[in-house]
T-cell receptor, first 114, second 112 residues
């Protein structure tokens, strides 16, 4: 069965500092990969997705993610964090082949300090 | 487009009562998903529909949970009878084939 691991439950960074959120997946083949952000009291918003091709994916709000097949990872990065980035971030995988079931990681809560 | 619309935003009910959560997906999206989010278990898929037909309900925790999608623009998730351990945020999401998921703002359910 596929699984998604986000090893960091909470991360605190200073405003202006760089950010990397880790995501590892377990699946027999390369799945489709997603990152979502959830602000307090809001639903999840898609930040970016990887289906195939260039392994460095650009998303909204200045985020990017890099797919590394050898490490089964899809880490999310941002060079300079803003206070408004404080939220919870979810990594998700969907098997290729048209099956729609998605598996989410447990989420990483990001705190941004001045 | 107003996005995925869920109602109510908050629901507080007493144990044993029936609870109905509602979802209106984005027009043209042919997949609809119900998720439950708790601190302990994160996001869990409960059930999803394709073209109004339930495809996978293996995530539905018990017979107390049921979901319907009578047409392409409406779905319900019902819990009867409700229990305190059902307290969670329930999300509805929709997607078109090949696209990403669009989530609603969720319904925060508290069962006392």
């Amino acid at each position: 069965a596929q699984s998604v691991t986000q090893p960091d439950i909470h991360i605190t960074v200073s405003e202006g500092a760089s950010l990397e959120l880790r995501c590892n997946y377990s699946y027999g083949a390369t799945p489709y990969l997603f990152w979502y952000v959830q602000s307090p009291g809001q639903g999840l918003q898609l930040l970016l997705k990887y289906f195939s091709g260039d392994t460095l994916v650009q998303g909204i709000k200045g985020f990017e993610a890099e797919f590394k097949r050898s490490q089964s990872s899809f880490n999310l990065r941002k060079p300079s964090v803003h206070w408004s980035d404080a939220a919870e971030y979810f990594c998700a995988v969907v098997p290729t082949g048209g099956y729609q079931k998605v598996t989410f990681g447990i989420g990483t809560k990001l705190q941004v300090i001045p | 487009d107003a996005g995925v619309i869920q109602s109510p935003r908050h629901e507080v009910t007493e144990m044993g009562q029936e609870v109905t959560l509602r979802c209106k997906p984005i027009s043209g999206h042919d997949y609809l998903f119900w998720y439950r989010q708790t601190m302990m278990r994160g996001l869990e898929l409960l059930i999803y529909f394709n073209n109004n037909v339930p495809i996978d309900d293996s995530g539905m925790p018990e017979d107390r949970f049921s979901a319907k999608m009578p047409n392409a623009s409406f779905s319900t998730l019902k819990i009867q009878p409700s229990e305190p351990r059902d307290s969670a945020v329930y999300f509805c999401a929709s997607k078109a084939a090949g696209g990403g998921y669009t989530f609603g703002s969720g319904t925060r359910l508290t069962v006392v």
